[in-house]
């Protein structure tokens, strides 16, 4: 299959039933018990920096792990497996001095995930796999400022973020990747930064592939970091012409689903969800048992509010299988069709008809 019959695959399949993306790689990872030897292997067994917690490196030197943990989700009912690159930016590798590795790790990431997706493809061919290129969020952000004492400081610049972003991008876009999933976004403007990356590589002359676009709400006040309300941030993202749009992280379920139903309601687009197992207890663990995020999401389904679902934080292959059999056979949201308006925003939506 060429990418572009996988692409036309996907946007077929979503039109015919609700999607399963995979769970948490976090939580899968711990349960390796993996030690500082095992994230360095024969690669970086000298290098200057700790690089234990360094879960992307692992797409280098454990890719047995990393590829087993595709098959595992894929095994579980995902239609969509993540690239195993989260952090694979050369502004989220400077912490382990780990820039030099930003393309390979990507290109690596990308090249698993790819081989995993087309041995079930192949396996299961009424059932295609696809690989989504995981682009998470830096911890430097362009619209707070890191002191208190001086709002107008900034520890990166856009041009700095939009190049980290380009980079990775580029790396995932040669590796293999069907679309690109720009994820946990607290920063819009982050964001765009990414957005703009993505699409600039179609001037370059490279084949276009799916956006899908992930904020994530971080507390009770239903705004992300930035300040944005749910459908502020869909106004702020949609000239990407996403192929979907949603949250995941932060919240469980159960205090998701409210901003979930907000952008159900005003998207023209594929709506995405993927939760955290709850919230984590007083040790960082998560307790909701697989079929308690089973039944929770397979309401959102038959309320019609959802075309893509998986799971995050917490959430393992066995989580999945729960929500893939909970929304088997329950039609997808129907996109609405929205009046032509001027739709702005700042923290909060304004609209002129």
């Avoid at 001037?203 to 009770?220: A, F, H, M, N, Y």
């Amino acid at each position: 299959m060429t990418r572009a019959d996988r692409i036309a695959a996907l946007k077929a399949a979503a039109k015919e039933r609700i999607l399963i993306l995979d769970g948490s790689w976090g939580v899968m990872i711990q349960k390796e018990k993996l030690s500082e030897e095992d994230y360095r292997g024969a690669l970086f067994r000298d290098h200057n920096h700790p690089q234990k917690g360094n879960n992307d490196l692992l797409c280098l030197t454990r890719p047995d792990i990393i590829g087993k943990l595709h098959d595992a989700y894929y095994a579980a009912g995902a239609d969509i497996s993540e690239t195993n690159t989260f952090s694979s930016t050369a502004i989220g590798m400077a912490d382990y001095g780990m820039e030099a590795a930003v393309r390979d790790l990507n290109l690596q990431g990308a090249r698993i995930a790819r081989a995993s997706a087309d041995a079930w493809t192949a396996k299961e061919p009424h059932k295609p796999r696809f690989v989504a290129g995981s682009i998470g969020p830096l911890n430097r952000t362009l619209s707070i400022s890191p002191d208190v004492n001086d709002p107008g400081a900034r520890a990166v610049t856009f041009d700095q973020v939009y190049d980290s972003y380009r980079e990775q991008a580029l790396a995932l876009h040669d590796g293999g990747v069907d679309l690109f999933l720009v994820e946990t976004v607290f920063d819009t403007l982050n964001c765009k930064a990414a957005i703009k990356a993505i699409l600039d590589l179609e001037d370059d002359g490279l084949e276009p592939l799916p956006i899908w676009i992930s904020g994530t709400i971080t507390d009770r006040s239903g705004r992300t970091l930035s300040g944005q309300t749910a459908e502020a941030f869909w106004n702020s993202v949609r000239h990407a012409k996403p192929f979907a749009v949603g949250f995941n992280c932060a919240l469980g379920a159960e205090l998701m689903r409210p901003h979930i139903a907000d952008i159900a309601r005003i998207a023209d687009t594929l709506v995405a969800a993927y939760p955290n197992a709850g919230l984590p207890n007083a040790f960082g663990e998560y307790d909701e048992e697989p079929h308690e995020t089973g039944h929770m999401l397979h309401e959102w389904a038959e309320a019609g509010l959802v075309n893509i679902l998986g799971g995050c934080c917490g959430t393992t292959p066995d989580h999945i299988r729960h929500v893939a059999e909970a929304v088997a056979g329950v039609t997808p949201r129907q996109i609405p069709e929205r009046p032509k308006a001027m739709r702005l925003s700042g923290l909060e939506p304004f609209e002129l008809a």
